[in-house]
């Protein structure tokens, strides 16, 4: 059996808004928000459109797949946790549907990423509740 080693960075704070984004993940499946009134897509999850200020919200699978919009290689953290796993790269992917993320890219060396690559949702289960949806080369 494998041994599994603690999660040591922050764990999200789960509540009413974000409560069926992170249940989705920990079944591996990736959802967004769409505004039933104006149609706006949105990523993370909000009461409210910051669109139209309608409340009349719906989830929306998605596809999985999208596209390093923008990122940053980070060379130094020394918070417990991130400083194990450096170079790590911390991305911005505009998911087929239109919603931006902040991820992180994982399967690929940091030097190997470029803007407009495209890529995959991987999920990283880091409890027995929470599982981060990461991104990887497609």
């Not at 967004?32 to 719906?58: I, M, W």
């Not at 918070?79 to 399967?107: I, S």
Request: net charge negative.
């Amino acid at each position: 059996m494998a041994e599994t080693r603690p999660y040591k960075k922050p764990l999200p704070r789960v509540d009413e808004e974000s409560r069926g984004y992170w249940e989705a993940l920990a079944r591996h499946e990736l959802y967004f928000q769409r505004c039933r009134d104006c149609g706006t897509a949105r990523s993370y999850p909000r009461a409210v459109c910051p669109s139209c200020l309608s409340s009349a919200t719906e989830w929306v699978r998605a596809s999985g797949r999208g596209t390093v919009y923008t990122f940053t290689v980070t060379q130094q953290n020394q918070t417990a946790g991130f400083r194990d796993e450096l170079p790590y790269v911390l991305a911005m992917v505009e998911l087929e549907e239109g919603p931006r993320l902040v991820t992180n890219l994982v399967g690929c060396a940091p030097d190997d990423v470029r803007t407009g690559m495209p890529v995959e949702v991987a999920f990283e289960d880091v409890t027995g509740e929470i599982a981060l949806p990461k991104f990887r080369p497609a």
